[in-house]
């Protein structure tokens, strides 16, 4: 009994649900994640492609699992003033982070990785959870049978 007293027990489960706002946040987390390495590739002048696993059926009806890459869609792009903007998405949504107020004003475009990091951390911080909620509430829902 002495090796387990060592580790911390809980009673949480892997089949409890996960809030509708923790699995936008996370979505979020992980779009965030690739907006960050397609910028410092950006930066560098690369290009970044994300990859992608689908299932494709072949000739014979056998079902693999294919790895392919696609270009990302990027989250920032250059006003007509010639300041670099930035625009949270979900999915092909723009999310608001204030009343009408979905871009946030980078300035030149060395500062795209850090105000990425900058919204990162407040994703983590919960402070974009409003956000989320709102575009939750916004989903219509499904007509039940």
């Known amino acids: 009994m002495s ?36 910028a410092k590739a950006e930066l560098q002048d690369e290009v970044f492609l994300e990859e992608v696993r689908k299932w494709v059926r072949g000739e014979d009806g056998e079902r693999t699992q294919v790895t392919e890459q696609r270009a990302v869609r990027k989250w920032w792009w250059q006003h007509h003033t010639g300041a670099w903007m930035l625009t949270l998405r979900d999915g092909a949504k723009e999310l608001a982070l204030a009343d009408d107020m979905a871009s946030i004003e980078i300035g030149e475009i060395a500062n795209l990785v850090d105000t990425l990091e900058t919204i990162r951390s407040a994703v983590l911080a919960g402070e974009i959870d409003p956000a989320l909620e709102r ?3 916004a989903k219509p829902k499904k007509p039940t049978k």
Not at 20 to 38: F, G, H, M, S, Y
């Open 3 to 38: 090796h387990l007293s060592k580790l911390s027990l809980t009673a949480t489960s892997q089949k409890q649900p996960v809030s509708p706002v923790a699995r936008k946040r996370l979505n979020l987390l992980r779009k965030l994640e690739i907006q960050i390495e397609a």
């Open 135 to 137: 575009v939750i509430k």
